[in-house]
């Protein structure tokens, strides 16, 4: 039946830029069509049920840099992202290089949370602190994407999350 079910919807997939994820849509459909399936399976009928957890939250820095600042960004982020792995509501945390061009090379940091609390939280922590530290001194400021429930927000959201004291 699952098999059925991922043909039916594989030409639907819809991928944001190089980031490959999955759109919201893909994630609700899936949980709907479980929730039916073991509703069906129970004799109750069809009626499709929704999550009231908080959705997990994504930080994405893409970031385009000359060949020369790779590797210490590299080692920078490889520290940091060991770091935030054992962080609590940590989700995964991931690193993918690209050398895309023969001038520059392409990094994407994804950082991934069980709810927009814990991804607050992190905002405000001394390792991000580190982090942001690292993207003011590189040559070129990344391209920062928070992927939250129903909006996507770009770096303001995380000077407004580090400015204010209560993350909204």
């Not at 895309?100 to 994407?108: G, N």
Request: proline share 2%.
């Amino acid at each position: 039946m699952l098999k059925q079910f991922i043909g039916k919807y594989s030409g639907q997939l819809q991928y944001e830029s190089r980031e490959y994820r999955f759109n919201r849509w893909w994630y609700s459909v899936c949980y709907q069509e479980i929730q039916r399936e073991a509703i069906e399976g129970a004799g109750a009928g069809l009626r499709l049920m929704t999550s009231m957890k908080s959705a997990p939250v994504r930080m994405t820095l893409t970031w385009s840099v000359p060949h020369g600042e790779c590797r210490p960004i590299l080692a920078a982020l490889q520290g940091i992202m060991l770091v935030t792995r054992a962080e609590a509501g940590c989700i995964g945390c991931s690193l993918q290089t690209d050398m895309h061009d023969q001038d520059e090379a392409l990094i994407q940091y994804v950082e991934e949370w069980k709810s927009e609390e814990d991804l607050t939280r992190q905002l405000r922590s001394v390792r991000f602190g580190g982090l942001a530290e690292l993207m003011e001194r590189a040559s070129k400021f990344p391209v920062m994407v928070f992927d939250l429930a129903g909006m996507i927000r770009g770096a303001d959201y995380a000077e407004q999350i580090r400015g204010s004291g209560t993350g909204k």
